[in-house]
Every structure is written in structure tokens, then in C-alpha cells.
DNA sequence: ACTTTATGTAAGCATAGACTTACGTTTTAA
DNA sequence: TTAAAACGTAAGTCTATGCTTACATAAAGT
């Protein structure tokens, strides 16, 4: 259940930048930091919180460390998505034949 | 793309949770409230956020107002999320291939 | 017509967290 | 063995925002 962090990961602006940069394929923190507004340490900050929420994966490669998009919290993010799609339909369908205001005690 | 503003409504714990309890079917804004740690205008602030996001639709019954759950907001983070799927796939096999640290300059 | 119920909005406060500068560590180059 | 390059971490500042109390509005009951 990591889509929690996930969340909140991609909610900020820059960290989602960063984030998206990684789609062309794995880059160094440095190159990641590099054009953006903020500072270097920022970023690493940011990669931090986006490794932990499972959206990156970082090895060491040199004196330089390459980040590149960790499937992980992608697909527990989807799947939280999905899960309202079949249940929110069908509680939908029952409220609008009963055609009630609210009901349910959850 | 509203997928900025689903990503920072359902990144709040407490939003998060008023809107999944909407799973269940239409609940109106006082029923959503009952039990949650914060008071009901602070349900309230998060219902509108929530609107804004493209994540829950209203409408007004008797005195009373009826949220449910909108798909829009739904659909706008899905597609943002399978937008990296494809791209990053492909862009990493071909790092892989050509066996490099960063190239890119994107 | 008043009162009660159901809700949204305003103003102000308090904390989480995004950012900066300064420093530490590890690896490569001179 | 110094120096430089690439990065992470620490400590402190400042702002965005989540929360509260108080007030406003509107519908329904008495």
C-alpha cells in the first residue's frame, strides 16, 4: 500500500518535473538538477522522496548516481485508481434506483 | 489536463479519506463529516477541493447537498499514469542497449 | 414569523514541507 | 596526495495549506 507516498511524491510541482524528465530514459542527479529553478540539494532531496515512494530506483554507477523510473509505485498507484472504477459504479446504480439521498453508515 | 490538481487533492490523508467514502454510493456533505477527526467545515474546504479537481460532482437536494464520486478527475490521472508506461519502456531498453550513464538532453 | 437544520465562506493560526547555504563523503583526475 | 567533481545530509528559514471558530445563507419545519 505505497500509494500513499506516491501520492503525495507526485503532488509537488517540481518533484513531478523531475520526475518526468526520467521519461527519455535513466539520467544523473546532477543532469536531473540541471535548468531547473531550484537548487542541486533540492533535487536530491526530491529523488529521495520519490525513491521511497517506489517511483524511482538509483545505482551507483562512478562517482555519479543514475536514477530511473521504478515501475513499483506506478502500478500501486493505477491499481488504487482502478479500484473505484467497479465499485463506485455499482454502488452508483443501486443509489439511483433506490433514489435516495444518503444511506450507507460508512 | 487537470492531473496537477487530482495529484495534490488526493495526496491530503483526511481528503483522501472523505473520498473514499463517497465508494459506497452518494453521501451528502454532513454524513461525510460524521466521525472524521476534523470538524465539518473542514470537510467542507476539502469538498470543494475535491470539486475543483475534477474528483466529485455535486448537487443540491432540499437543504441539504449530495457529493458523489466524478469520474473526469479519475480518468485524468489514469491516462497521466499510462503515459509513462509506454514511453519509458522503450526509452530505457535503449539505454540499456547503448550501455551509457545520462545522454539525453531532455 | 421565528427557529432549526444543513451547508458554505472568512479570518486567523499553526504546522508540514519545500528551499537555501554550508558541510561531509566518495570517487576520479593531476 | 592534493584537488576537483558529483552527490547526499544537516540546520534553519519561509511559505503553502489544513484546521478552527465565527459568521452568512438558504431551505424546511412549527
Given at each position: 500500500m505505497t500509494h500513499e507516498k506516491a501520492l503525495s511524491a507526485l503532488a509537488d510541482p517540481t518533484r513531478r518535473t523531475v520526475f518526468e524528465r526520467l521519461r527519455s530514459g535513466p539520467k544523473s542527479a546532477g543532469h536531473l538538477a540541471q535548468?531547473?529553478?531550484?537548487s542541486r540539494p533540492a533535487v536530491s532531496q526530491h529523488l529521495k522522496a520519490l525513491r521511497e515512494a517506489g517511483l524511482v530506483a538509483d545505482e551507483k554507477r562512478g562517482r555519479s548516481r543514475i536514477y530511473r523510473i521504478e515501475h513499483g509505485g506506478l502500478e500501486a498507484l493505477r491499481s488504487y485508481l482502478d479500484s473505484f472504477w467497479g465499485d463506485v459504479l455499482d454502488a452508483y446504480k443501486e443509489a439511483l434506483e433506490h433514489d435516495e439521498r444518503d444511506q450507507n453508515s460508512d
Open positions: 535548468g531547473l529553478a531550484v
